[in-house]
């Protein structure tokens, strides 16, 4: 039961695909796994729960969640103010939000720990106030939430583009207060965006390296992340003990996503569910994985 | 709109892939170098090409390679075609010897460790000294925080770790034990680690942050230029590490292209007067006896320890202090 596609080479596409994810993905994948098996369950165990690990691995999922939250929340503001207003430079404004892409990651966090260091433009106010931000845990969060941003915002716009003013319009002469326009109409329909937004975000920032360690201070069980323990273990011309670590990861942050994905395909459930029920079809087309489509 | 570009994409790569082909000279040498060795090279290159050209009629192509040591010799180990190595520490050269790459005896090849020239670990603080740090001892004062890149992944961080240890060895009943006491308690009033040694300078002279910064002799000069020189002051401590630049000729590499003689004789130029004066000139202390005198008005007299002579060498000093469970981790009680 083939079913017509307006495009041909289904065959050649999905063995490209396969080829091309093999190269990129599975075979690396697969060779930091196998490396890492070569030990024993007891030596993994102990470089992978070694004091310093454990302490890296709540330093780095930590601050990684907290910066994708903080950019879901803002995120969506930024999404809604540049869909959603008119103003003068909103293009020029639009386009900042890719700079944390463009820019090198290393340029991002010598100027962040600048900024936000005792002297710094932003330091010099926030540290009167007792609070340290550069060189300490929140200096990380400082740097991934920085970089997480555009995830947020280029998720959320094409479905908040597709969102049709006639469905607030028709909430409000429903009677429905703009607070439950919200809460109903509205964000039930970026949920599973937003949530896409959130993931993105969220695993770019794990895997961070670059930004983070110049504004982290790299305080043994303080402000270490798990990549410069690798790159330490690297350092030591320990392979093995790095592959340890970076399977860890990958475990983590595997069943993270695996959670999330789960959350999304229920709320797209959800909603589509509800959406169902009034006889006109008229709801927003909304995939369950909205790709990222850059503005 | 497509086609075209794909096309140019094309072209490019093509143009790409064939432009080393057209533009090398007759013999090219690839250098595999540390970070902050930039500026050495930069004026030696030259004056090697000058001298080869003179001596054996050959033009030379010299090409740089600069990044963390321990990133280059393993780029250099999986297969990066480097003819020689120069390095910032035994242990990098050391690996490239295990895996085969470089002669076992590297370090009897050339004169004095095969390290052309050397350098020492010293204290910069801040205008007028105003903690009166004069010692590496006073960095274990209470409310005195020194900067310095970290001990475990830097260059620099380690050879300032072993000064400090080295020190605290060379006092009055000093011991293995009362070393391990002195140098935590200077970490630990660390407020950072800086991921590398320019990353250290920057936090302590623009971010303002710390009363000291152990840096290498040769780096106190770069921040005098950048940040000018009634900014900081230069403290030469009692004693101190010195630390040594290892040169080797990568043998398997040499054989393959055939470059053996220019590649020992880039490195053996670096003994030259010429090239001691090009160390002296990048604040580098040259083994030449006279060269140094000639520019004893930048090198301060200072003693030294190298890190055979205190710690039996880097085999031996990098296993006990910076690898998983070293010293240093234990200063920090952890594993």
């Known amino acids: ?295 | 709109m497509k086609k075209p570009l794909r096309l140019a994409l094309l072209a490019a790569a093509i143009a790409a892939a064939g432009a080393p082909a057209l533009s090398r000279a007759e013999v090219a040498l690839l250098n595999v170098s540390y970070d902050v060795a930039r500026d050495f090279y930069k004026d030696y290159n030259p004056l090697f090409q000058k001298y080869w050209k003179t001596k054996a009629g050959e033009s030379i192509e010299l090409k740089q390679s600069h990044a963390g040591s321990t990133k280059q010799v393993r780029a250099v180990a999986d297969g990066l075609e480097a003819d020689v190595v120069t390095m910032n520490q035994a242990t990098d050269v050391e690996f490239l010897a295990d895996k085969g790459l470089v002669a076992r005896d590297w370090a009897k090849k050339f004169p004095g460790n095969a390290s052309p020239y050397t350098s020492t670990m010293v204290l910069i603080v801040r205008k007028g000294n105003p903690k009166g740090i004069r010692d590496w001892g006073d960095l274990a004062k209470p409310g005195v925080q020194v900067i310095l890149p970290h001990p475990k992944n830097t260059g620099n961080g380690r050879y300032s770790y072993l000064a400090l240890w080295g020190y605290a060895l060379r006092q009055a009943g000093g011991s293995d034990k009362s070393a391990q006491e002195f140098v935590g308690k200077v970490l630990r009033n660390a407020p950072l680690f800086a991921p590398g040694g320019r990353d250290a300078t920057t936090t302590f002279m623009q971010r303002k942050i710390g009363d000291a910064l152990s840096t290498f002799e040769c780096e106190a000069e770069l921040i005098a230029r950048e940040f000018g020189r009634g900014e900081f002051e230069v403290v030469y401590p009692s004693v101190s590490v010195l630390a040594e630049f290892p040169v080797a000729v990568v043998e398997k590499v040499v054989d393959k292209k055939g470059s053996r003689k220019q590649a020992a004789a880039y490195l053996e130029y670096l003994w030259s007067k010429e090239g001691q004066e090009n160390a002296a000139q990048n604040y580098l202390r040259p083994r030449d006896p006279e060269v140094l005198k000639k520019y004893a008005a930048q090198f301060p007299a200072i003693k030294t320890f190298s890190v055979d002579e205190a710690f039996g060498g880097w085999g031996k000093a990098f296993p006990a202090h910076f690898k998983d469970g070293g010293s240093f981790d234990q200063a920090f009680g952890t594993k």
């Open chain 1, 1 to 295: 039961m083939r079913r017509a596609n307006v495009l041909p080479g289904f065959r050649l596409s999905l063995g490209y695909t396969l080829v091309y994810l093999s190269l990129l993905v599975l075979i690396p994948l697969g060779g930091l796994v196998l490396k890492g098996a070569s030990l024993s369950a007891a030596q993994f165990l102990d470089i992978a729960g070694s004091e310093r690990a454990l302490a890296s691995y709540r330093v780095t999922f930590g601050a990684s969640l907290a910066a994708a939250a903080i950019n879901a929340v803002f995120g969506l503001v930024v999404a809604w103010v540049l869909v959603r207003y008119e103003f003068p430079f909103r293009r020029q404004i639009d386009a900042l939000v890719d700079l944390p892409f463009a820019l090198p990651t290393a340029v991002a966090g010598i100027t962040l720990a600048t900024l936000y260091s005792g002297n710094g433009w932003i330091g010099r106010f926030l540290e009167p106030a007792g609070l340290k931000v550069a060189f300490t845990p929140l200096g990380i969060v400082v740097a991934l939430t920085f970089i997480g941003l555009p995830f947020v915002v280029r998720t959320l716009q094409p479905v908040i583009e597709d969102i049709e003013s006639e469905a607030e319009e028709a909430a409000a002469s429903l009677g429905a207060t703009r607070a439950q326009t919200f809460v109903r109409v509205i964000f039930p329909a970026l949920f599973p965006a937003l949530l896409t937004g959130f993931t993105l975000a969220f695993s770019r920032a794990i895997g961070e390296y670059g930004s983070v360690i110049f504004i982290a201070g790299n305080m043994p069980l303080v402000s270490e992340i798990t990549p410069l323990l690798i790159i330490s273990k690297l350092d030591q011309y320990d392979l093995v003990g790095a592959t340890v670590l970076a399977t860890v990861m990958l475990a983590i942050s595997f069943v993270l996503l695996l959670a999330i994905n789960g959350l999304q395909w229920w709320a797209a459930r959800r909603h589509s569910g509800e959406a169902d029920a009034p006889p006109e079809p008229a709801r927003p087309v909304l995939p369950p994985d909205v790709a990222y489509r850059p503005a």
